[in-house]
């Protein structure tokens, strides 16, 4: 049985309603419409606001942060996040108000509304991993959080009166202890904190081993490391040669910021897979992928140009009309090549096996759009189909709504953080309209003032009117550009066609 985090409400008019949640999640909680779990709108909860506090739910860990609410959150009785006197949303500082991190029994309340957190967290043999039923805990418990199955001599086999020492959790890279960095409740190859600093040892040492004919590592044999092409919070990519042909790959690693369990490991290879059956000009190809030492790996077409940040920089911060208009417009093409591609083989969470129509990328930004080279000028290429979802999913890639290491959503739409497990593919138009924006004026659509909670200001600003950043863009194409970034209360251009023909209507 998988982790969970349910919210059981004990007081209020919800009283009885459970929030359960079994995998990676976000929950905005509030009077808002849209808010889940959402509170009632009467006297009781006057003082709640319609996008009151966050909650950063990846099982069984759960973290809550207050959004500068007028009257604050109440976690244990203890108040949370309520922001000055005098102050209005706008004005509070976000800096000033502690993440807390839940654990099972704590209490949360908000106006009338009490929540109970209840936490499940399977228990697993510290010999050979497998999963203790909780009927059998008590018998197979060796003390503390340290358990030994039947088979590996727990309970009455061993008996209570023995000492055992657990084996100390290595670091899947370098074998060094992890003891320190582990997580309660998870288990799995974890890389401990001085490896994932360093990618490109990593993947040096998965390349050794796949030619010294590691047979799970084969898809990578062969390959010699030539630079860095970037780097990031979740991994780095790489530019590689094959020994035996010469071509150019680009060679992606990403390491997870979890222990990473085979359950998980198997649904983010499942949903990366996805990505090898797109084949069209304007999608980076994706050729393979594999796991190795607690890493996940992939090899794919190398895309001499760069990516469209850097030709923004090379430009002064941005790019002019044309050169804008061109690149957007084959993304454009490209991702509803995405949007609409058959998919076979999706595995659901019943069990079943189905066929789906398209994949939504969720991180469409101009990072991601890659230009090529081959067959003369550049061609713009949608890179990293459904890895950033598929590892948010898995759980892999820890709490990313909240923490020192969550980004600030510049090319995000409110959709995507209040549905963030559910997001559709106009989530993916939405971003393209935002990158179409900041090629054009070197700004992203919204304002994101220092201080304020970024993901609030996703959830609750406006963009801005494009030719208040810019007066010179055409206002035919600025009517365009500010509709597709409308996303309250929905998203206006659904499809990538769509917005495709409204630009090329005003061009």
Not at 82 to 92: F, I, S
Not at 430 to 447: E, H, S
């Amino acid at each position: 049985m998988p982790a969970t985090v349910t919210l059981k409400v004990t007081r209020g008019r919800l009283t009885g309603q459970e929030f359960k949640y079994s995998g990676r999640e976000v929950a905005v909680v509030g009077r808002g419409l849209d808010c889940n779990p959402k509170l009632p709108d009467d006297d009781a909860h006057r003082f709640i606001s319609r996008n009151h506090c966050l909650l950063d739910i990846n099982p069984p860990d759960i973290r809550i942060r207050d959004f500068g609410s007028l009257n604050g959150t109440f976690v244990n009785n203890v108040k949370i996040g309520q922001r000055k006197a005098g102050a209005t949303h706008d004005q509070a500082d976000v800096t000033e108000f502690p993440e807390y991190d839940l654990k099972d029994a704590d209490e949360i309340k908000l106006g009338d509304t009490v929540f109970k957190v209840v936490v499940y967290a399977p228990a697993f043999c510290a010999e050979c991993s497998a999963e203790i039923p909780p009927e059998e805990r008590q018998d197979c418990s060796m003390g503390g959080d340290v358990y030994l199955c039947h088979k590996c001599g727990g309970g009455a086999t061993l008996g209570k009166t023995s000492v055992y020492k657990p084996p100390v959790k290595e670091c899947a890279e370098c074998g060094n202890s992890v003891e320190d960095e582990s997580e309660p409740g998870r288990v799995g190859d974890m890389i401990c904190h001085a490896c994932r600093s360093d990618p490109m040892r990593i993947v040096k040492s998965i390349i050794a081993k796949a030619n010294a004919g590691e047979e799970s590592l084969s898809v990578i044999k062969g390959y010699s490391i030539i630079r860095e092409l970037g780097k990031g919070g979740m991994g780095a990519v790489y530019l590689a040669r094959s020994d035996e042909t010469g071509g150019l790959v680009a060679m992606k690693v990403m390491l997870p910021q979890v222990a990473a369990d085979e359950e998980s490991r198997k649904m983010f290879l499942r949903e990366a897979d996805n990505a090898r059956i797109l084949k069209h000009p304007n999608v980076v190809r994706m050729l393979d992928s594999g796991y190795g030492d607690g890493a996940f790996f992939f090899t794919m077409e190398y895309c001499d140009g760069g990516a469209v940040d850097g030709l923004m920089k090379q430009n002064g911060g941005k790019l002019a009309l044309d050169i804008a208009a061109k690149i957007i417009l084959q993304a454009l093409d490209g991702l509803e090549s995405i949007h609409t591609v058959d998919v076979p083989g999706v595995k659901l969470g019943d069990g079943r096996i189905v066929s789906v129509k398209g994949l939504v990328h969720r991180d469409i930004k101009p990072g991601n759009i890659f230009l090529s080279s081959e067959g003369g000028g550049l061609t713009p290429k949608i890179a990293d189909v459904g890895l950033g979802k598929a590892f948010d999913v898995a759980g892999l890639s820890g709490q990313t709504m909240t923490g020192a290491s969550a980004g600030t959503p510049l090319f995000m739409p409110r959709q995507q953080v209040i549905n963030f497990k559910y997001a559709k593919p106009d989530v993916d138009v939405w971003a393209m309209a935002a990158t179409f924006y900041n090629m054009l004026t070197g700004k992203v659509p919204r304002d994101f003032a220092k201080g304020k909670d970024p993901w609030q200001t996703v959830i609750q600003a406006s963009a801005v009117p494009i030719r208040n950043r810019d007066a010179s863009i055409p206002e035919a194409l600025a009517k365009v550009i500010d509709s597709a970034l409308i996303d309250q209360p929905e998203i206006r251009f659904k499809t990538a066609i769509s917005l495709k023909r409204a630009i090329e209507e005003v061009l």
